[in-house]
């Protein structure tokens, strides 16, 4: 993956960490709810880093599955989130589209991969 897409990532990461202070702040299911965001949010460029220490191409492609998977939880959450009126509309809108974008370059990496195997 290109240094990038690396940087998109933890630019994310940063992104939902500046977020969830203020969910984390209110009591209940807003909380639980961004904890949740937080695991999954910043998981995705923590598993896109260790991608680039992949010891085969099938590695790689077993890390990038995992940033798939965690990106497409966070768009989930984000989902509820902004159902129950948890993040500013701006914001959860921004961010839903980060993590969009960031699964579809994802998949198309490990699309890619397969196919070079």
Request: proline share 1%.
């Amino acid at each position: 993956m290109h240094e990038t897409f690396r940087n998109e990532t933890f630019q994310f990461a940063v992104d939902i960490v500046y977020h969830c202070p203020r969910l984390d702040a209110k009591a209940g299911v807003t909380r639980s709810l961004g904890r949740q965001l937080l695991r999954s949010g910043t998981s995705i460029g923590a598993n896109v880093e260790e991608a680039q220490a992949a010891q085969s191409s099938a590695d790689f492609v077993s890390k990038c599955s995992i940033a798939l998977k965690e990106a497409r939880e966070t768009l989930y959450w984000l989902r509820l989130l902004d159902a129950g009126d948890h993040l500013a509309n701006e914001d959860g809108k921004l961010l839903r589209q980060e993590a969009d974008e960031l699964s579809r370059v994802i998949g198309a990496t490990i699309v890619r991969t397969r196919i070079q195997k």
